[in-house]
């Protein structure tokens, strides 16, 4: 492949990303880039960025008004996925030339394993027997009436309670398909990064019912803050790898780790972003949400859901419910981004609310980066959602007007985990307990009678210690305001 040039695609300590000539022509195209020395590896493209994406509350193309032209652009999105791996502009395969051939023969694999119906079957044990599937949508009937108004009228709140699933989370969903994916391919080792540690307990647990080697990478901050799921990984026979940092951190270690080990090493994507077709695979594993919510919805009250509504971090659990009912115009799809300690602060996890177009891990989305494209360091009291760039797909939703994204506080996160422990007897990860906490905003909004299911995501259990330190603050406070 023939450079040119505006850029090149290069690898550098494991991280794929975009790169260009000079940081002034990175100002004017928008480019992700680092300014890192290269470590070897490239491979070239004429991709060029333009500035004029959006903000919160803006569409980076034109706002269709009917939903004919969303599902037309849907429907052509698809088309591109299948040709080029990319979701309209994002998306799309930015890496070195030594991983074209293995990411052909995974997606290979993947197309063929989505039709054989021994695969399926496997899969669908696997997911009953062992993961717990389906999950109860549950009727949070206090919840419900907390939110009603003075003539006793209000929304009608369901859970998907993904928390109940085995290892507490969705990531199970997908852990449990690639494994099984990998060991058909003939690979003995499995290679993952985690940040909240739910997708490397899911990557463990499925290792070991698979009798296969596990290798989970770790940021340093994580493994204070997660230190119990760490602990699980360990037990479950993982090798533990610490690295200075966070999440994307560990992914950039994860990645470079297994493009040292390409023929014996398979890396297990958690998170709905990299290269084509990692993106594509985590949201079609993690499809089952939707699909039993779609099916429980019509025993339950002999319909669709109004509204889903669901947390983004990276984007596998909102794909999850969001992609079954992608051509139903009549339900809205919410998703919900973490605004930290504020969304001008500069300390948040907001990406399709803040980012910009750019080029990281592999593949083309809104990330969190500077002016000179350096990537900036996302924030979350919900571990899993600190990552600074977001799925392709659900990039591509925005810019096309299907998905609405709106953002959440740690403290407005912080209120929900206490509020729908104390009303449901529910304890959510901080990452759902932003969905959650969206309720307070939209709840207000909807007639009466609306059904609203929300993605549960998670189980809280690894957020205990966090919520306390923030509940022995407020207290603390509380009593500073009585004594003056």
């Given at each position: 492949?023939?450079c040119?040039?505006?850029?090149?695609?290069?690898?550098?300590?494991?991280?794929f990303?975009?790169?260009?000539?000079s940081?002034?022509?990175s100002k004017?195209?928008?480019?992700?880039?680092?300014?890192?020395t290269?470590?070897g590896?490239?491979?070239?493209?004429?991709?060029a960025v333009?500035?004029n994406t959006?903000?919160?509350?803006e569409?980076?193309?034109r706002?269709?008004?009917?939903?004919?032209?969303?599902?037309q652009?849907?429907?052509?999105?698809e088309?591109?996925?299948?040709?080029s791996?990319?979701?309209?502009?994002?998306g799309g395969?930015f890496?070195p030339?030594?991983?074209?051939?293995?990411?052909?023969?995974l997606?290979?694999?993947?197309?063929?394993?989505l039709?054989?119906?021994?695969?399926q079957?496997?899969?669908?044990i696997a997911l009953?027997?062992?993961?717990?599937r389906?999950?109860p949508?549950y009727?949070a009937?206090?919840l419900?009436?907390?939110?009603?108004?003075?003539n006793?009228?209000?929304?009608?709140?369901?859970?998907?309670r993904?928390?109940?699933?085995h290892?507490?989370?969705h990531k199970?969903?997908n852990?449990i398909?690639?494994a099984?994916?990998a060991k058909r391919m003939?690979?003995k080792s499995?290679?993952a990064?985690t940040?909240?540690?739910?997708?490397?307990?899911?990557?463990?647990?499925t290792?070991?019912?698979?009798g296969l080697?596990?290798t989970?990478?770790i940021?340093?901050?994580?493994i204070?803050?997660q230190?119990?799921n760490v602990?699980l990984?360990k037990?479950?026979?993982?090798?533990?790898?610490?690295?200075?940092g966070t999440f994307?951190?560990?992914?950039?270690?994860?990645?470079?780790?297994?493009?040292g080990?390409?023929?014996?090493s398979?890396?297990?994507a958690?998170?709905a972003v990299?290269p084509?077709?990692?993106?594509?695979?985590?949201?079609?594993?993690q499809?089952?949400?939707?699909?039993?919510?779609?099916?429980q919805a019509?025993?339950?009250?002999?319909?669709?859901?109004?509204?889903?509504?669901?947390c983004v971090?990276?984007g596998s659990?909102?794909?999850?419910?969001f992609?079954e009912?992608?051509r139903d115009e009549?339900?809205?799809?919410?998703?919900?981004?973490?605004?930290g300690?504020?969304?001008?602060?500069g300390?948040h996890?907001?990406t399709?609310?803040?980012?910009q177009?750019?080029v990281?891990?592999?593949t083309?989305?809104?990330l969190?980066q500077?002016?000179e494209?350096?990537?900036i360091g996302p924030?979350?009291?919900?571990?899993?959602?600190?990552?600074?760039g977001?799925?392709?797909?659900l990039?591509?939703?925005k810019?096309i007007?299907?998905a609405?994204?709106y953002?959440?506080t740690?403290?407005e996160a912080?209120?929900?985990?206490?509020r729908v422990c104390?009303l449901?007897g529910i304890?959510?990860?901080?990452?759902?307990a932003?969905?959650?906490?969206?309720l307070?905003k939209?709840?207000?909004t909807?007639?009466?009678?609306?059904?609203?299911?929300?993605n549960?995501?998670?189980?809280?259990?690894k957020?205990?210690?966090?919520?306390?330190?923030?509940?022995?603050?407020?207290?603390?406070?509380?009593?500073g305001?009585?004594?003056?």
């Amino acid at each position: 492949m023939a450079c040119n040039n505006l850029q090149t695609i290069s690898i550098h300590g494991g991280i794929f990303h975009a790169t260009s000539e000079s940081s002034n022509s990175s100002k004017r195209q928008g480019l992700a880039m680092h300014s890192q020395t290269d470590r070897g590896l490239k491979v070239c493209s004429a991709v060029a960025v333009t500035h004029n994406t959006p903000n919160s509350g803006e569409l980076g193309l034109r706002n269709p008004k009917k939903m004919s032209e969303i599902l037309q652009l849907i429907d052509q999105g698809e088309k591109t996925l299948t040709s080029s791996g990319k979701f309209g502009r994002f998306g799309g395969i930015f890496v070195p030339e030594t991983l074209i051939t293995c990411l052909k023969k995974l997606e290979d694999e993947f197309n063929w394993v989505l039709h054989d119906p021994e695969f399926q079957t496997e899969l669908s044990i696997a997911l009953k027997d062992y993961v717990g599937r389906e999950t109860p949508l549950y009727f949070a009937e206090r919840l419900t009436n907390s939110y009603k108004n003075e003539n006793g009228e209000g929304p009608e709140i369901y859970l998907k309670r993904e928390d109940l699933t085995h290892t507490g989370a969705h990531k199970i969903n997908n852990a449990i398909a690639q494994a099984m994916l990998a060991k058909r391919m003939g690979r003995k080792s499995i290679v993952a990064a985690t940040g909240a540690g739910q997708h490397g307990v899911a990557t463990a647990a499925t290792c070991a019912k698979l009798g296969l080697d596990c290798t989970i990478f770790i940021g340093n901050i994580d493994i204070e803050r997660q230190s119990s799921n760490v602990l699980l990984m360990k037990h479950l026979g993982a090798e533990v790898k610490s690295i200075a940092g966070t999440f994307k951190d560990a992914t950039s270690e994860a990645i470079r780790y297994w493009v040292g080990n390409l023929e014996s090493s398979y890396y297990l994507a958690g998170t709905a972003v990299g290269p084509h077709p990692c993106p594509s695979m985590v949201r079609e594993f993690q499809t089952v949400i939707g699909k039993e919510t779609r099916k429980q919805a019509m025993e339950k009250w002999g319909g669709k859901p109004n509204v889903l509504v669901a947390c983004v971090g990276s984007g596998s659990n909102a794909l999850g419910l969001f992609h079954e009912f992608i051509r139903d115009e009549n339900v809205r799809l919410i998703g919900v981004e973490a605004a930290g300690n504020g969304i001008d602060t500069g300390k948040h996890s907001a990406t399709l609310a803040k980012g910009q177009v750019g080029v990281y891990h592999g593949t083309m989305s809104y990330l969190l980066q500077d002016d000179e494209g350096q990537i900036i360091g996302p924030h979350s009291v919900g571990v899993g959602l600190e990552y600074p760039g977001v799925s392709p797909e659900l990039s591509f939703l925005k810019d096309i007007g299907r998905a609405e994204f709106y953002t959440i506080t740690d403290e407005e996160a912080l209120q929900a985990y206490t509020r729908v422990c104390r009303l449901e007897g529910i304890f959510p990860a901080l990452e759902a307990a932003h969905a959650l906490a969206y309720l307070e905003k939209l709840c207000p909004t909807l007639a009466n009678g609306t059904k609203v299911v929300v993605n549960c995501s998670g189980r809280g259990d690894k957020d205990v210690a966090t919520v306390f330190k923030y509940q022995q603050l407020q207290d603390k406070m509380e009593r500073g305001h009585e004594q003056s």
